[in-house]
């Protein structure tokens, strides 16, 4: 039995391994999870940007059709498809010519390794304007229309 072998076979201890891949990888993974987050993040905010300004539009052209119900339902339906971002403020404008849109949104995400990187809270204004007057009309009575009506 004290012969040291096994099976015919001599055995043999290896010692040539260590831990230093569990130490690159206590700091590569976190630096690889936090640049993933940051990109994820940063496509919601822009997904969220792009869905805020459509519905926007939307909005507006809606409000110069003559639907009543949009100016009402306004922050409803500017929040409509959102993400991450929630709707703070929304104004619509009317005057004779132009009718105008304000919205200020803002996301807030509590992501330890996110707010590492980045600020956790991020804030968006965006601000539009649609003609209340059709374009035929514009072409038919001319430049003088808009003067005479107080437009710009």
């Excluded at 072998?5 to 206590?26: D, H, L, Q, W």
């Excluded at 993933?36 to 496509?43: D, E, G, N, P, V």
């Excluded at 110069?64 to 339906?77: L, P, R, S, V």
């Excluded at 430049?143 to 437009?151: R, S, V, Y």
Aim: glycine content about 8%.
């Amino acid at each position: 039995m004290g012969t040291g072998k096994f099976y015919g076979r001599k055995r043999e201890i290896k010692m040539e391994e260590n831990g230093s891949y569990t130490v690159e990888a206590a700091f590569i993974v976190p630096i690889v999870l936090g640049i993933a987050f940051l990109i994820l993040y940063t496509l919601f905010l822009q997904h969220d940007r792009v869905i805020l300004q459509a519905n926007l539009d939307n909005t507006l052209f809606l409000a110069a059709e003559g639907d009543d119900n949009c100016k009402q339902e306004c922050q409803n339906y500017l929040q409509k498809s959102l993400w991450c971002m929630e709707i703070q403020e929304a104004e619509l404008s009317d005057s004779m010519v132009w009718i105008r849109g304000n919205v200020e949104a803002e996301a807030f995400w509590k992501v330890p390794v996110l707010t590492y990187f980045i600020n956790g809270k991020q804030k968006l204004s965006l601000s539009e304007s649609y003609s209340a007057i059709q374009p035929e009309e514009i072409i038919r009575y001319g430049a003088n229309f808009m003067k005479e009506e107080g437009g710009e």
